[in-house]
């Protein structure tokens, strides 16, 4: 994996996830200067004085010091000489091996998914079987005891691992992997550890009863899951896929490259979405809208495919489980329950009038789903604060919290008096039986007047059709179950808020979308158990805890389009509608339920969170079975974008923002404007650092030791010309190699004298070949045998340091040394002779005239995936560089003005500085 990468940057948790802050060596060695560069891509004492920005530091500032350790990368591998002979020897042509793999990444997947459930679904029952029973009996205090010490030990269990052995796992994940897709070199984020810790993390997390979710963890397990096996190794266990099979039957050596696994890792992230919703669809177009930055229909097939084994992998061993540990189960069946995460039981048909409270179930969603942002973006901010990076902390918020959230979900029912239910809905809703006293009994023949719905018994008669509820209500410590027969009389007391609190989140997101049950929770239930809930995974979320929020996220939403559907309900009663002819279903008037609206919220809401449109519309059709309602479910997730985007950022492009990551969306703030300026207003002017085709060894010393670029231009003398011109670039990592290269053959002269003739061949005495240049390619074995590791094996010093380290001469150290001083004079390197860089340089470096549009630029650059782009002039000389950090808004908004405008959308300035001269051209 990336793992061994070189960082220079130290890991501080914000919000149970990295935080990408530089070292204290960086830090010292860029206070004293005026501007400090946000990239170490492209980060140059020498131009700092020319760059300094019109805000003079303050915010800005502070954002780009805590990125100026994060890495980047190239998307395409180096197009050199080197690399092509390389490729040339390996199977291109042959893809079955690329099938075999996205295959294996399928199945991994589906198998972790099947056993984190299998862990997740065995410890919650155990909490609430246990909860609810002693709840029956009427010992609550015996209950809350319980219920916070198994919770919190279960919390305690999540958090340590995650605090004290791997910060990268905490949270959700899904910015991580975002930020990787996006080019993005995160520290960590695909470490096996990271996966041991994610994976016992989520399963107490979401066990303990905390308004959290497995979903987004799913996301960056499949990833990591995705990550691991395309490499075919891993440096933790020291394990390498064998030569017979990585040069054989699996090509690894030739997917080991940025490129490819970041297909793989695309893959894995939506084969977790597969796997969580049961939605191979919604996986895949989840990936394409949300996670991918690139994107191609074959990469679309093979995710497809990926998909479609994972979810086949998770249903069979589903199918097995219930074959062996149920005697309903048959092997091989996948029922509807399986298949469908939240199966509807009442499918009803589209209204032309339902769309009118379909768009206002968009816009209440919204502006919750926006407020929701915000109050999640100062939890971190005050969580940074108050725990910051004590690690005890860490451990001790979510466990105080789910002490909290265990006594108010024990004692705040009690509040609530019993409902006695009228009628008992038994067509298999809601979320499974509580422990306690059998089922009633169905009624004799004429009981109950069948004509309404013929599955809905009374004890009362159909008079009792306005209290219609679930078989799986929870009484808590209201009445137990009564004879349906008569021979007890009454209904069955049940607590409105207990049935909601007292189960999963999951079984919660169940109870709020059965469909006909239309009175079962009430407008105070309801309007409670939202605004619990809501505070408590608001809070929750950023603690350091491994899970997600897309559980939060639907009971969230279901609350909130349930009370909506309710008052629809209870117009159309006032309106003249019978509840007997509401409750049967009819085709005119079955969409007025508060379970239908309960649905079109829960997209809605998760829609003005993550701003997601296409994708979330295939996930809740797959995950429901719905889709005869399909339209104003659309409309609703629609108009909850359109209010959210007026209201807030995305939630998890904000929590980017927040970690400092130099994230590039698809449309930067004030994008339209983009295109009225040149590259030569952002890029990075002169004097650049370049080398020539044939660059002495003190010259490379030099650069890499006064700079901290991770590229550079390659120029040639034009022929006739006295100027050079744009020839191709280098990567640091590879003049590394190179460097490293000559070192082992400095102490020996007569390697460096051409037998014949006494002259010096050059410093290289030898083509070094593609597989000693790129790290990926190599095994972790190999890559510790030739030093690959060094730079990052020395905590607090500078890159420069530890790689000039190579170079100590006598007395100095090997590769994985200690730091030496510098020995050898640049008189003593220039003796060594020339180093013939145009077999490594990129000779498909892109490059763009400085008169090209900033608009097109950044398209450019997100697209093709670049790490620098060089910007030449007429003459192909290279007058500037662009990187990722001069198309991060913070650096556009300092040097363009490109997002004023009007409420008609025209430019406030329009006889600004560029107006006038394209005037002044024109006359």
Known sequence: TRGQKTHLFSVDIEGGSESYVPSDSQVRRRETAPFVSSSNDVSDGDDDVADTPRSGGGRNGARRVTRAGIESFEYYPTDSEAYRTWLAKQPIYRNVDRWILFFAVGLGVGLMARVLYTGMDGLSDLKFDTLRDLLNRKQVFLAWVFSTTYSGALVFLAAYPVAYFAQAAGGSGVPDVMAYLNGIDVPKVFDLRTFVVKFVSTMCAVASGLPVGPEGPMIHLGATIAAGLSQGDTGALGFTTPRWITDGVVSFRRFRNDKDKRDFVTAGAACGVATAFGAPIGGLLFAYEEVASHWSPALAVLTFFACMTALFTDKFLESAQQAIAETTGSFGTVTPDMSTVFQVNRNVSTHLLSVFPAALVGV?????????????????????????????????????????????????????PCTPSGCVDTRGAGAGYPPGPPAPAPPPPGFFDESPAADVFCDGGSDHLHQIVEESIMTYTCASHVDVNGTSGGGRDYNELATLLHVSGEDAIKHLLTRGTHREFGYGPLIVFLLLYSAFATVVAGSSLSSGLFVPMLVMGSALGRLVGLMLYDVAVGMGYSEASLASGGLSTAWVDPGVFALLGAGAFMGGVTRLTVSLAVIVMEMSGEIHFLLPILLGI??????????????????????????????????????????????????????????????????????????????????????????????????????????????????????????????????????????????????????????????????????????????????????????????????????????????????????????????????????????????????????????????????????????????????????????????
């Open 364 to 416: 209440l969603t919204g502006a919750f789903a926006a407020g929701f942002t915000h109050l999640n973006l100062k939890a971190v901010s005050l969580r940074a604060r108050l725990v910051g990076n004590d690690k005890l902390k860490k451990v001790l918020e979510p466990v105080l919290l789910v002490v909290l959230f265990s006594l108010i979900t024990v004692v705040v029912p009690m509040w609530f």
């Open 638 to 923: 629609t108009v909850a974008k359109w209010t959210a985007d007026a209201l807030a950022p995305p939630l998890y492009h904000a929590l980017l923002h927040v970690k400092h990551a130099p994230f590039l969306p698809d449309d930067p703030h004030g994008a339209p404007g983009l295109h009225l300026h040149d590259v030569s207003a952002i890029m990075k002017k002169l004097p650049l650092t370049t080398l020539r085709e044939r660059e002495s060894v003190s010259a490379i010393r030099h650069a890499m030791k006064h700079t901290t670029h991770q590229g550079f231009p390659v120029v040639r003398r034009a022929d006739g010309a006295p100027y050079d011109v744009l020839a191709g670039s280098v990567s640091r990592e590879h003049l590394r190699a190179l460097l490293r290269e000559i070192t082992s053959a400095a102490g020996h002269e007569d390697d460096r004298q051409d037998a014949g003739s006494g002259q010096r061949t050059g410093a290289l005495k030898r083509r070094v070949a593609y597989e000693e240049l790129d790290r990926m390619v190599l095994t972790p074995a190999e890559r510790h045998a030739r030093g690959f590791e060094t730079s990052g094996s020395t905590a607090g010093a500078s890159r420069s340091s530890v790689e000039m380290s190579s170079l100590g001469g006598p007395g100095g150290s090997r590769p994985g040394g200690a730091l030496v001083r510098e020995t050898l004079s640049d008189a003593e390197l220039d003796s060594l002779g020339l180093v013939d860089l145009r077999p490594y340089m990129n000779r498909s470096a892109a490059r763009v005239p400085d008169t090209y549009s900033v608009a097109r630029v950044y398209d450019m650059f997100r697209t093709l995936g670049l790490r620098h782009l060089c910007v030449v002039d007429d003459c192909n000389r290279v007058v500037g560089m662009v990187t990722r950090k001069e198309l991060l808004d913070d650096w556009l908004e300092e040097r363009l003005d490109h997002k004023g405008h009007n409420a008609a959308g025209f430019r406030e300035h329009p006889h600004d500085a560029f107006a006038q001269t394209n005037g002044a051209h024109a006359l």
